[in-house]
């Protein structure tokens, strides 16, 4: 999915969470919409990859797009040290991860962004690099961009509506 869907996701998961604890709302939202997109930091053609392109071209010549950063372990390793801090806002993170994760899952692509690993995600790296989902949704294709976007985006913005 493109980042913009991913951030839709993660602002649905942001409100739902941020409506459990109102006086965490800003930070629960920021790490959300953060963990949204966090796990394309694997690719200096993504949002976050281009403004951290260093660090994104270094990820991505080790795990390559759709490698290590889009599994489970990723997803503990970065909650973990949030944890200590503040955990609703750690979960919240979470949150945003897992969104990515399962919109990724059933997306597919194709280019030197994707290379040969194409479609899903590897849930279990590194104890195996087996793909996990569906090819359901191209990358940036009519469905994601007419259909799966709006409905997200107007989900979040009525349910973020219905806290205020």
Known sequence: ??????????AVA?????????ALGLPIMAAALLGSILPD???????LGRRFWPVSKL?????????GTHSLLFTGLVMAPVWAVSPPVALALGAG???HLAADAI???QGPRFGWRGAGVPLLWPLTEAK??????KVN????NLVILPWMALFAVQSGWDLI
Not at 1 to 10: E, K, N, P
Not at 41 to 47: A, F, G, I, R, V
Not at 59 to 67: A, N, Q, Y
């Open 41 to 47: 930091l694997d690719t200096p053609y993504s949002k």
């Open 1 to 10: 999915m493109m980042g913009r869907t991913h951030l839709a996701f993660g």
């Open 107 to 109: 997306s597919f692509g």
């Open 97 to 99: 991860i897992i969104t």
């Open 59 to 67: 990820v991505f010549s080790i795990f390559g797009h759709r490698g």
């Open 132 to 137: 996990t989902g569906l090819r359901l949704v």
């Open 14 to 22: 942001g409100v739902h969470l941020a409506a459990s604890i109102p």
């Open 141 to 144: 294709g009519p469905l994601e």
